[in-house]
């Protein structure tokens, strides 16, 4: 590769100095006896107590944190009237304080300069910092055009910079939520059902009487409703299947497990469909009332038998019509789980619309222990002037790919790469809340993209590496102390949710609303941030809604009744589905007219060569991707993942437990780290397995550095999906070494 212009550095001590003002020893919920201990020491003190609701990941479970008389925020428990937890936090909810405390948080803004030759960072004052973006947003806008400065998000500072860039004239926006995670299920969902997933999934967990988890590890990642819900059908008596090639931990409390042959999914699931038409087992009923195109699903699915899928699958055919006999015997109590984390192979659309289909001759969408009628409240917009209308934004980079609702940041990034072909060319980039180096696949095409750029601005709480490619990094304040939107998400039943500051911003740090209400004031876009302070924002549309800040700030989370009509459907009730023929579709015409195949197909994709293993990868309970592994609390959880590798794997290559090995993939590309080995009966012999977001390599993030691997460094093979983009990123195979690649070089 050739060198980088924008020479990646390691944020030093500049910006970063200081002492935390709380320990990073405090462990929640009884992990450690220091619990213990500091509870008896504090149950003298006075706490004062501030609504909240955790940003550690994305299902922003209410909740109240605690300060101290110093000033110290002590503990983070879970809101009892908030839906999204039930007063129970998961361990990254209550580990939250470890993101206040974590003196390796970024602490001043930082301007990227050149002293004696060699590339570093300054300090530098915000109102420095602000006025240098400024004058380049002002720069790109009248070079280029607005468009070409592009917004890369995730969470709640993302809304704040979304709405900067609509009024700055830039729909340039992306996050990796969607193409990198979830975007197949909503399109699958949304082609057969004409509604999204969203999240909170809809799944009345709590009352099914059979639970289908397909590579869906509720219990490791920790989507804390579901999680409780599950342990409740469990109570009850529901039989879980999990469709794996790795024993989750789903899998160790299901009644079926289905160590799967990886790739192979879309097969087990058209021989379910076999089985329940061919057997008669479909929900009749149902299907006859709200359905269209099953005459052309049942000549479909006709020739994929059992015996035809274990060929495929490895599932022998008594385990396929077994379990299809217990999801119908179950039925409308039954879901078929969409999962999350669904870019899997590139044909991801597809196998979600499997899985919709599957749910549909179930009868399981809008009954009782299958999938609710979700309702959210939708909030008043604060009033400001019509955003400007761009020329082009990510439609149109994301043109070929027809099913797309939102950007694709794989095509961001192409878009960024000098081209003579680029129609939409992007000059610019701020990235805020998301570590694109451990993020995205193809980590060289990134870096290659951010060479390209003329400006680059990172927003993040922590020095990740991203931040080392940045021209201006700006220090966020964390979720606990900020005011930020107020949180408004699907249910059972409608409710709202208020973040306020439990403490003043520590350091030198800011608000993403802030930030942004100083750039657009900056830039001439003062009516688009028609106030003082976002407590204004918040209470204005508390007022329209008919309660108060004052009130909030007392219960935290407001619950309101359900207007949109019943949770379920009634007996004989009509409805319509919003798909074009209003009923659910098995053949959708949609797919045809756009030349694709009206029902989902089985194709085998590529196999692991030989001395190689396919990489799979998932979630740990205790993190949130790569952003919670410094954080003081939950590092001392898991502070590094290990490799699972099945016995006969380990004999044939003579590993040991806790053996240090390193990995190399099809390309050729090796980890950066080691990594130690768990020998385990728990994964396939064809894959290896480790959890993700780990392996980081800047030195500021002192409890990360170099504990074991990236999965995301060995992700180089990717398989895009034709309907809507998104990623496929398990096409990856690696060798397994045992000797160190970089004893004679520098990493």
């Known amino acids: 590769m ?19 003002t709380t320990s990073g020893a405090f462990k929640m919920f009884g992990v450690n006896p220091i619990l213990d201990t500091a509870v008896k020491e504090n149950i003298a003190k006075k706490f004062v107590r501030s609504a909240t609701y955790c940003e550690v990941c994305f299902w922003k479970c ?30 990254r909810g209550t580990g939250g304080v470890g993101m206040y405390s974590d003196e390796d948080r970024l602490k001043t803004p930082l301007i990227r300069t050149t002293i004696n030759g060699q590339e570093t960072y300054r300090e530098a004052s915000w109102e420095e910092a602000l006025d240098l973006i ?9 070079k280029y055009g607005a468009e070409s400065f592009a917004l890369l998000k995730h969470g709640s500072p993302g809304s704040h910079l979304e709405h900067l860039f609509k009024a700055y004239g830039s729909d340039t926006i992306a996050e990796p939520a969607y193409a990198q995670c979830r975007g197949p299920r909503e399109t699958g969902f949304g082609l057969t059902f004409g509604s999204w997933i969203g999240s909170p999934e809809p799944t009345d967990i709590r009352d099914t009487k059979c639970l289908v988890l397909i590579g869906s590890h509720i219990g490791e990642n920790m989507h804390n409703s579901q999680v409780q819900e599950m342990s409740d059908a469990i109570d009850n008596g529901a ?3 999990t469709v794996d090639p790795r024993l989750s931990t789903a899998a160790s409390k299901s009644k079926h497990w289905l160590a799967i042959k990886p790739a192979t999914d879309i097969a087990l699931l058209l021989s379910w469909m076999h089985v329940l038409i061919e057997e008669g087992l479909y929900n009749k009923d149902y299907v006859e009332k709200y359905t269209s195109g099953f005459d052309q699903l049942k000549a479909h699915v006709k020739q994929f038998t059992p015996e035809w899928a274990y060929g495929i699958t490895t599932i022998k055919p008594e385990d396929i019509r077994k379990t299809a006999r217990v999801m119908a015997a179950a039925a409308p109590s039954v879901i078929v789980h969409p999962g999350r984390h669904v870019v899997w192979y590139g044909d991801d659309s597809q196998r979600e619309r499997a899985i919709a289909i599957l749910n549909g001759l179930l009868g399981s969408w809008g009954n009782r222990g299958g999938f609710y009628f979700k309702e959210s409240l939708k909030l008043p917009k604060y009033p400001h002037p019509e955003y400007p209308e761009p020329k082009w934004g990510w439609k149109d980079i994301g043109e070929q790919y027809p099913f797309a609702e939102m950007g694709i940041t794989s095509e961001l990034i192409k878009a960024t790469l000098p081209s003579t072909d680029n129609k939409y060319p992007i000059k610019a980039w701020m990235i805020a809340g998301t570590n694109l180096i451990n993020t995205l696949p193809q980590r060289e095409k990134t870096i290659e993209a951010i060479n390209a750029v003329e400006f680059l601005v990172v927003i993040d709480t922590m020095p990740m590496e991203i931040t080392g490619y940045a021209d201006v990094v700006l220090p966020e304040c964390t ?13 059972r039943t409608p409710s709202i949710a208020v973040r306020i500051p439990a403490v003043k911003p520590k350091y030198n740090t ?11 004031n900056r830039l001439g876009l003062g009516d688009y941030f028609n106030y003082n302070d976002y407590e204004e924002v918040i209470e204005w549309q508390l007022n329209k809604l008919g309660t108060s800040l004052d009130e909030m700030k007392k219960i935290g989370v407001k619950n309101f009744d359900r207007v949109s009509g019943p949770l379920f459907l009634e007996e004989g009730q009509d409805y319509e589905f919003a798909t074009p023929s209003g009923k659910i579709e098995f053949y959708s015409h949609q797919l045809t007219e756009k030349g694709f195949d009206p029902m989902p197909v089985y194709t085998a994709h590529p196999e692991p060569p030989q001395g190689f293993y396919r990489l799979n990868y998932g979630r740990s309970p205790m993190h949130t991707f790569s952003r919670t592994i410094n954080n ?12 699972w590798v099945n016995p006969k794997v380990a004999r044939v290559l003579g590993l040991k437990k806790n053996q240090e090995v390193w990995l190399k993939n099809q390309d050729g590309i090796l980890s950066t780290f080691s990594i130690k080995v768990r020998v385990t009966e728990r994964i396939r012999w064809d894959s290896v397995y480790m959890y993700h977001g780990f392996g980081h390599n800047n030195e500021k993030l002192s409890r990360a550095f170099g504990k074991g691997i990236s999965d995301t460094e060995l992700i180089s093979q990717t398989v895009v999906d034709p309907l809507m983009g998104g990623t496929g990123l398990r096409g990856n195979f690696v060798s397994i070494l045992t000797e160190d690649p970089h004893k004679n070089s520098e990493i």
């Open 134 to 142: 400024a004058s380049k947003f002002k720069g790109i806008k009248e």
């Open 62 to 91: 209410a909740a109240w944190a605690y300060t101290d008389e110093e000033g110290d925020i002590k503990k983070i428990i879970g809101n009892e009237d908030d839906t999204h937890c039930n007063g129970r936090l998961c361990p």
């Open 2 to 20: 050739t060198a980088s212009r924008r020479k990646f550095i390691k944020i030093s001590a500049l910006g970063l100095g200081g002492l935390a």
């Open 632 to 643: 003081p609390n939950l590092s001392d959880l898991k502070s590094e993942n290990t490799l």
């Open 510 to 520: 800011k608000p993403a609303w802030w930030i942004s209400k100083e750039i657009g």
């Open 239 to 241: 039989t879980i299947i």
């Open 479 to 491: 979720y606990l102390e900020r005011y930020d939107d107020i949180r408004s998400a699907t249910n």
